[in-house]
């Protein structure tokens, strides 16, 4: 069984303020719209960023990393040290896609000078309109909210849009962490990896404590007090499954796991890439104030569903 892993900053508090309530059943159906709009145009800058990096990765300049350009950092960054990649996600965070190219151009100079003009986006993709792109990032949440709905109303399925019927008990139980952080991420991305890299297994394999990790039991918290009896899974604080969230550090605690991670790194049986995309996560989770969380098959290098 593989793995493609991910290193996620999560706002917890968008999450418990904004999307759990929406999930619950409360608030009108177009009460995360302004998100969705915000996801969309979001995906265009990371498409088009990510269109660099393809481009780069044809002419593979000196410094050009594939595992850390492409296939690790969001977007298109070229940076020294965690907090300037920090600074530089919050650069792309604010740049529509239509002004991605004058970054884009910074980081190659980053690389060489002499890479001006000689390098273009690659054009192998295509991303669909707008309206399809806002279906395809909110279709999970709506379905979701529909269980959250269809159980108040005291019924028992809730039906997709393309004619299916799920139990909706059992959907809103077993669907809501990882389809949750999914659309999360769509609004702030994360780090790719490859295999079992996520911070939890390493620990463990190294025989290092964890340390301040707990479980994603946040990312449920308002619907397990407001469905009781679903059959909810015993919170983890690590991962076992694909298409699975781990352990989840607080903001409160980031810095402090990033400190324990860069103590312990060299023990860790991985690639140094990869201990560095998670202290990179950190460090922006750290930045900006968030939590920290790790996950796997949010995207998927070769499934084209980068970040």
Same mark, same amino acid.
């Given at each position: 069984?593989?793995?493609?892993?991910?290193?996620? =900053?999560?706002?917890?508090?968008?999450?418990?303020?904004?999307?759990?309530?929406?999930?619950?059943?409360?608030?009108?159906?177009? !009460? /995360?719209?302004?998100?969705?709009?915000?996801?969309? !145009?979001?995906?265009?800058?990371?498409?088009?960023?990510? #269109?660099?990096?393809?481009?780069?990765?044809?002419?593979?300049?000196?410094?050009?990393?594939?595992?850390?350009?492409?296939?690790?950092?969001?977007?298109?960054?070229? !940076?020294?040290?965690?907090?300037?990649?920090?600074?530089?996600?919050?650069?792309?965070?604010?740049?529509?896609?239509?002004?991605?190219?004058?970054?884009?151009?910074?980081?190659?100079?980053?690389? &060489?000078? !002499?890479?001006?003009?000689?390098?273009?986006?690659?054009?192998?993709?295509?991303?669909? &309109?707008? #309206?399809?792109?806002?279906?395809?990032?909110?279709?999970?949440?709506?379905?979701?909210?529909?269980?959250?709905?269809?159980?108040?109303?005291?019924?028992?399925?809730?039906?997709?849009?393309?004619?299916?019927?799920?139990?909706?008990?059992?959907?809103?139980?077993? %669907?809501?962490?990882?389809?949750?952080?999914?659309?999360?991420?769509?609004?702030?991305? +994360?780090? $790719?990896?490859? +295999?079992?890299?996520?911070?939890?297994?390493?620990?463990? &394999?190294?025989?290092?404590? &964890?340390?301040?990790?707990?479980?994603?039991?946040?990312?449920?918290?308002?619907?397990?007090?407001?469905? =009781?009896?679903?059959?909810?899974?015993?919170?983890?604080?690590?991962?076992?499954?694909?298409? $699975?969230?781990?352990?989840?550090?607080?903001?409160?605690?980031?810095? +402090?796991?990033?400190?324990?991670?860069?103590?312990?790194?060299?023990?860790?049986?991985? %690639? =140094?890439?990869?201990?560095?995309? /998670?202290?990179?996560?950190?460090?922006?989770?750290?930045?900006?104030?968030?939590?920290?969380?790790?996950?796997?098959?949010?995207?998927?290098?070769? %499934?084209?569903?980068?970040?």
């Amino acid at each position: 069984m593989g793995f493609d892993t991910s290193f996620h =900053p999560v706002d917890l508090s968008l999450i418990e303020n904004r999307l759990l309530p929406y999930l619950a059943g409360h608030g009108q159906d177009d !009460a /995360i719209d302004d998100l969705i709009a915000g996801a969309v !145009a979001l995906r265009k800058t990371r498409f088009r960023a990510k #269109a660099w990096a393809l481009g780069a990765l044809k002419f593979e300049p000196a410094g050009f990393e594939s595992d850390l350009h492409v296939w690790g950092r969001p977007f298109f960054i070229v !940076a020294d040290g965690a907090e300037r990649v920090a600074e530089d996600v919050q650069r792309y965070l604010a740049t529509p896609s239509d002004q991605v190219d004058d970054l884009a151009a910074e980081m190659l100079n980053r690389l &060489d000078p !002499a890479l001006a003009g000689r390098i273009e986006p690659d054009q192998g993709g295509r991303l669909p &309109d707008d #309206a399809a792109l806002a279906d395809s990032l909110s279709a999970a949440m709506r379905i979701l909210r529909g269980a959250a709905l269809a159980l108040r109303a005291g019924e028992r399925t809730v039906r997709h849009p393309d004619g299916r019927e799920f139990d909706a008990a059992d959907l809103l139980a077993r %669907e809501v962490p990882y389809n949750l952080l999914d659309f999360a991420a769509a609004l702030l991305p +994360g780090w $790719m990896s490859r +295999g079992y890299t996520w911070p939890t297994r390493l620990y463990g &394999d190294a025989g290092i404590a &964890d340390e301040g990790f707990t479980s994603s039991v946040a990312l449920t918290g308002l619907l397990r007090e407001e469905f =009781p009896g679903l059959d909810w899974p015993a919170p983890s604080h690590t991962i076992d499954s694909n298409y $699975m969230v781990g352990g989840l550090v607080p903001a409160s605690d980031v810095a +402090g796991a990033r400190a324990h991670l860069n103590r312990h790194r060299l023990r860790l049986d991985c %690639e =140094p890439f990869d201990a560095q995309k /998670i202290d990179e996560a950190m460090g922006v989770a750290e930045h900006l104030g968030v939590a920290f969380c790790e996950a796997t098959e949010l995207y998927s290098g070769m %499934e084209g569903n980068l970040n």
